[in-house]
C-alpha cells in the first residue's frame, strides 16, 4: 500500500491577517479567530499553538494540522566585559545569524541581521567570508529584536529603546521582508516601537534608496561611506563599481528632499588606506552636497591584513576639519570586541 503523504505544513506567520481570516471562514470558523491568533502570533510572541488558551481545543488541532510556528532559537549567548551581549540565533532550517543587544547608559540598542551571509563582500568585513545562503523572513527579523526585548528586561531591567539593521547582511538586497518587519515592530499589533528609534544601514545602493524615498520610509537611514574617493571606495567596496559616488550622492539627496533627514555616514579610518588631508577634505566635499551627519567609527581588526586603525591624530583631523565646516561628527567606540560582537565582526565563529 501506498503511504499518502501528508500536505506541508505552511509557516503561519507568512499569513497577512486577511489570509488567516479566509483561512478560518473556509473552515468553517468565524473570521474575529484570525485576530486573535494574530495577536498571539506577533504582540504575545507565541511559539506554538498550546499557548493559545482563548481558543478551543478543536481550534489549535486546526491550526496545528495546517501550519507550523517557525521560531528563531537562541543558540548560545556572549557577555561581554563591556555588557555587550552577542547571540547566535539559528533559524528553523539549521542556519545561523547574529544578533547583539548594545547597553549603554542611556538606551539599549538592538543590532539585528536581515540575511545570512551576505554578497557584498567588503573588504574589511567578516561577514563578507560567509557565502550568503538566504534572506530572512519578516519574523526572523522580528524574532531577533523580541529575544533582544526579552535580555533587555531580563539583565538590564530597562526597556529597548532602537533598533539598528547593521547585523549580518544587506538589508536593501532584502528589502520588502525588512519593510515588512518594520512594520510588525513599529505596529501596536506588534512591538509598538517609534520607527524614529529605527536606522537601516546599507553599503549605498543608489536604486533602492530612491525607493526607499518614494516609500515614505519613516525610519533612519545610515550608508557605510568609508571613502569619499571613488578608487579607493572601489578598492574595498565592490558595490562602489556599479554604484559610484556621483549615483550615490543623486539618491541620497532626493532622499533628502523627500524625508527632510539627514543621513549618517559611517566611516572608518584605516591607515595609509584613508587617513590623508585629500582623504578627508573629499570627505568634507561630499557632506557639503548631501545633507548629513558623519559617524567615524573605530575599525574592528577581522585579521592581521591590509587594514589597520588610523592613528588617534588622523581621527582629529578628520573631526576637526569636518565639525569646523558645521558638520555634525562623532567618533564612536566600539563595542564587545572581546567577544567579536563589534561592526563588521559577525562570523558565526562558535
Ligand atoms: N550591509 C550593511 C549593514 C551591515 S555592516 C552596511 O553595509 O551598512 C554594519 C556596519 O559595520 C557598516 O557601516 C560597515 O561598514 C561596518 N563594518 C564592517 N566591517 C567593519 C569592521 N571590521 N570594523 C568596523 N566597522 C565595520
Redesign the pocket.
Known amino acids: 500500500m501506498m503511504e499518502t503523504e501528508a500536505p506541508a505544513k505552511r509557516d503561519i506567520r507568512k499569513l497577512k491577517l486577511d489570509e488567516l481570516k479566509e483561512f478560518f471562514v473556509s473552515q468553517g470558523e468565524k473570521p474575529f479567530r484570525a485576530q486573535q491568533v494574530y495577536e498571539w502570533l506577533w504582540k504575545k510572541s507565541a511559539k506554538d499553538f498550546e499557548q493559545m488558551t482563548n481558543l478551543s481545543v478543536a481550534t489549535r488541532e486546526l491550526l496545528k494540522n495546517h501550519f507550523t510556528i517557525n521560531h528563531i532559537h537562541v543558540d548560545t549567548m556572549q557577555r561581554s566585559e563591556d555588557g555587550t551581549i552577542k547571540n547566535a540565533v539559528r533559524l528553523h532550517d539549521g542556519l545561523v545569524v547574529e544578533s547583539v543587544l548594545i547597553p549603554t547608559e542611556k538606551r539599549i540598542t538592538a543590532c539585528v541581521s536581515s540575511q545570512v551571509g551576505?554578497s557584498?563582500g567588503?573588504a574589511?568585513?567578516?561577514t563578507a567570508r560567509l557565502k550568503r545562503m538566504r534572506n530572512l523572513n519578516p519574523d526572523e527579523i522580528y524574532d531577533q529584536v523580541v529575544a533582544i526585548q526579552q535580555q533587555c528586561e531580563l539583565f538590564f531591567g530597562r526597556p529597548l529603546t532602537n533598533i539598528v539593521?547593521?547585523?549580518m547582511?544587506?538589508?536593501l538586497l532584502n528589502y520588502s521582508n525588512v519593510i515588512a518587519a518594520i512594520e510588525k515592530i513599529t505596529s501596536p499589533q506588534g512591538l509598538n516601537m517609534a520607527a524614529k528609534r529605527i536606522t537601516v544601514?546599507?553599503?549605498g545602493i543608489a536604486k533602492m534608496i530612491r525607493k526607499m524615498a518614494d516609500d515614505e520610509v519613516k525610519f533612519n537611514l545610515?550608508v557605510?561611506l568609508?571613502s569619499a574617493i571613488n578608487k579607493t571606495r572601489s578598492s574595498m567596496m565592490p558595490i562602489n563599481d556599479t554604484n559610484p559616488l556621483e549615483e550615490l550622492a543623486e539618491a541620497l539627496k532626493y532622499w533628502y528632499t523627500k524625508r527632510k533627514k539627514k543621513v549618517t555616514f559611517?566611516y572608518?579610518v584605516w591607515k595609509d588606506i584613508n587617513d590623508s588631508k585629500e582623504d578627508a577634505l573629499a570627505l568634507l566635499k561630499f557632506c557639503k552636497n548631501v545633507p548629513c551627519k558623519v559617524n567615524l567609527?573605530?575599525?574592528?581588526p577581522?585579521d592581521e591584513g591590509r587594514f589597520q586603525q588610523a592613528s588617534d591624530e588622523a581621527l582629529q583631523m578628520y573631526m576637526d576639519l569636518l565639525e569646523s565646516n558645521g558638520i555634525t561628527t562623532r567618533i564612536r567606540k566600539s563595542r564587545g570586541k572581546d567577544i567579536d560582537a563589534?561592526?563588521?565582526?559577525l562570523a558565526n565563529k562558535s
Open positions: 551576505c557584498l567588503c574589511f568585513c567578516a539593521f547593521m547585523g547582511g544587506e538589508p544601514s546599507t553599503v545610515a557605510s568609508h559611517e572608518v567609527i573605530e575599525y574592528n577581522i563589534a561592526c563588521g565582526q
